[in-house]
């Protein structure tokens, strides 16, 4: 069993960037679709990238396109997000999240209810102007 600890959240300034990162722990990442979604208080989960079990493909939310990248080194059972000029309305929890039977975690904006087998723990992340 997978499980995902993630790190690298924090308080920044709005134009700034961050790099999360998600570690898996059971070294058959590589088996894996992952994806990293967000949600503020009182609002809705929103998938905000995702990507295919090598990597070599990516989407993007259009609330966040053009400033962030998805990418995964799975020779480190890792998976990163990189996020430039940060606003105040990127203030959220920043979950990664990965399943061994989907291609691909896109499939949540079209039905919300998918199920994703693993979750990371969360990491805050908070823009302020």
């Known amino acids: 069993q997978v499980q995902l600890v993630e790190s690298g959240g924090g308080l920044v300034q709005a134009g700034a960037s961050l790099r999360l990162s998600c570690v898996a722990s059971?070294?058959?990442?590589?088996?894996?679709?992952m994806g990293w979604f967000r949600q503020a208080p009182g609002k809705e989960r929103e998938l905000i990238a995702a990507?295919?079990?090598?990597?070599?493909?990516?989407y993007y939310a259009d609330s966040m396109k053009g400033r962030i990248t998805i990418s995964r080194d799975n020779t480190k059972n890792t998976g990163y997000l990189q996020m430039n000029n940060l606003k105040p309305d990127d203030t959220a929890v920043y979950y990664c999240?990965?399943?061994?039977?989907?291609?691909?975690?896109?499939?949540?904006?079209?039905?919300?209810?998918?199920?994703?087998?693993?979750w990371g723990q969360g990491t805050q992340v908070t823009v302020s102007s």
């Open positions: 990507t295919i079990k090598s990597g070599s493909s990516a």
């Open positions: 999240a990965a399943d061994p039977k989907l291609h691909n975690l896109i499939v949540v904006t079209t039905d919300k209810n998918t199920y994703i087998k693993v």
């Open positions: 059971g070294r058959t990442f590589n088996s894996y679709a």
